[in-house]
């Protein structure tokens, strides 16, 4: 079988590496940190274990299909524990909790928002419409503008809600702002202003309050960790510690690659799970490239980044698994995140405290806590070795004055922080915007880079990059369309 070379060993990256292991092909991941995941990888320190990147997990039966097709149970890889209250909002004036149980969530909206019960029936019941409509747009690939006058297509455009922001569609269901942002702030799992998101991803909060949110125990990063098991298992190579510096190309045509340490990987086909902004700017000669070469680059449009805790804490904290706190003024603090590219005085942040559900992660009556305060891109001035230490501080009070959570400078025994600069420059991230380019529909499905890259032959995109876009269960569906389409486009060529 043919020889595949990946560059990148995060969730993208290894899911195409189990899908081909699994069907016989020479599969070799390149990874250059030690560990396997990427964003979505684990992180140690001390006795306390954290989640780098992703805590919400949702329509977990993606995953199960991805190893269904491996010739997996994913059960046998790990334990999935659902966490139903899914999360609580902290507003300025009032806490939610919101519950996948359509019957706990209606009794929460009647105590809360009296009159909101109907909005919430409705918008479940038409977003499962819309969600249905999307699905095929989100599992198959996106490469020639026909397809867009295909019937199924066709079908499909009215659920793209054109011209309506997420906010717009929310408002619809709606009165209460509160209530608006409940079913909206997910936006920022792409990076993105509810104002400005397309509307179509009202499919998110839909997601969660269909198919719920869960915790694999040993964190969302057991995701990563199971593939790789898999992978090995069918034989293939997971190299940790192996950056590569160059795609190899004669021509238009992809030939290998080649490592940071200067050896040359010759293969077959290449699967670029890195970055994609990062990757095309970095790792591949300019000529060969023309719609992404670095100048081009530059003007799309990227998500915004985040400034990340890891905290190991000599206590418990009275919070749930998954917190929000939301900004006293959440459309300036979204403002200044995505257009003006200041740094709030009045964050809003998220909170993860799994080691409530999880005790593999913290030693006893200890917490490992995660604390998120999405910020501007490296697209702004900020220069993050001066603000580092000031920001981290008004995160901490935030969590105390809007939290109610004191945590005492002697109480911290183990912490790490990562700013943007740091996901630029450790996680090889494009100007540090963490959720990957854009989601707007100008850089979605056909106007995304497309899964078989259409720049230079033999060459295969996978990850937050390419169609569908960001977010686990859209990268586990990025990486089954190019694994399928690589292997067709293979048999095709025996036949
Ligand atoms: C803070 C944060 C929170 C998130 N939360 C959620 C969430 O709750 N739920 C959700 O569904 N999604 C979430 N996401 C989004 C998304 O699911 C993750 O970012 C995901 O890990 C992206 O996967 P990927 O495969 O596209 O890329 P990555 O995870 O970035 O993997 C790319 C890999 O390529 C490697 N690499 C890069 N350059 C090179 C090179 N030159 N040579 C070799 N290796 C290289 C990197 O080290 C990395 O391992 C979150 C993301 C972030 C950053």
């Known amino acids: 079988m043919k020889k595949i070379a990946i560059i990148g060993a995060g969730p993208g990256g290894l899911a195409s590496a189990m899908l081909l292991t699994a069907k016989g092909y020479d599969v070799h991941v390149y990874e250059k940190h030690s560990v396997v995941g990427g964003r979505n990888a684990k992180l140690k320190l001390g006795d306390y274990q954290f989640d780098v990147g992703p805590t919400f997990f949702s329509m977990p039966h993606i995953l199960e299909e991805l190893f269904q097709a491996a010739g997996r149970n994913l059960h046998d890889y790990m334990d999935l524990v659902e966490l139903d209250p899914m999360y609580d909002l902290i507003f300025e004036d ?21 009159g909101s019960e109907e909005g919430y029936h409705r918008f479940m019941n038409e977003t499962r419409k819309r969600m249905n409509a999307l699905m095929p747009m989100l599992q198959n690939r996106h490469h020639r503008l026909i397809d867009y006058v295909r019937p199924r297509t066709l079908k499909a455009l009215p659920h793209l809600a054109l011209g309506k922001s997420l906010y717009d569609v929310l408002s619809q269901y709606f009165d209460d702002e509160r209530l608006k942002l409940a079913f909206t702030f997910q936006a920022k799992y792409l990076g993105m202003s509810p104002w400005e998101c397309p509307g179509a991803f009202s499919i998110l909060s839909y997601m969660e309050h269909e198919y719920g949110v869960f915790h694999p125990i040993g964190g969302v990063n057991q995701i990563s960790e199971a593939m790789a098991k898999v992978i090995e298992e069918y034989g293939g190579h997971i190299h940790l510690d192996r950056g590569v510096s160059r ?60 400034f990340m805790m890891y905290l190991g804490i000599d206590g418990e904290i009275n919070l749930p698994h998954h917190s929000i706190i939301f900004s006293d003024d959440y459309k300036k603090n979204v403002e200044e995140i995505t257009k003006s590219l200041d740094l709030s005085d009045d964050p809003s942040i998220y909170v993860h405290n799994a080691s409530i559900t999880d005790p593999t992660l913290a030693p006893k009556g200890k917490t490992a806590l995660y604390v998120l305060a999405p910020v501007p891109n490296n697209f702004s001035e900020i220069d993050w070795d001066e603000e580092k230490e000031t920001f981290r501080d008004l995160v901490l009070d935030v969590l105390k004055d809007k939290g109610g959570i004191t945590i005492t400078e002697d109480q911290i025994e183990e912490e790490k922080i990562l700013t943007p600069k740091g996901w630029e420059q450790d996680y090889n991230v494009y100007r540090g915007a963490t959720f990957n380019l854009g989601h707007q529909l100008s850089q979605m499905m056909y106007f995304r880079p497309h899964n078989r890259f259409n720049e230079l032959n033999h060459c295969w995109i996978v990850g937050g990059g390419t169609h569908p876009g960001s977010g686990l269960p859209t990268i586990l569906e990025s990486a089954r369309i190019t694994a399928n389409w690589l292997a067709e486009t293979e048999e095709v060529k025996q036949a």
């Open 94 to 114: 009032q806490q939610v909790t919101m519950y996948r149980d359509p019957e706990r969530m209606t009794s929460e909206l009647s105590q809360q928002f009296p």
């Open 247 to 306: 795609l190899m190309t004669n021509g238009k045509n992809v030939t290998g690659l080649q490592l940071e340490d200067g050896e040359v990987v010759e293969a077959d086909e290449v699967i670029v799970n890195a970055d994609f902004a990062q990757a095309m700017d970095q790792l591949v000669d300019q000529t060969a490239l023309k719609k992404y070469k670095s100048e081009n680059l530059e003007k799309k449009k990227y998500s915004c980044s985040t």
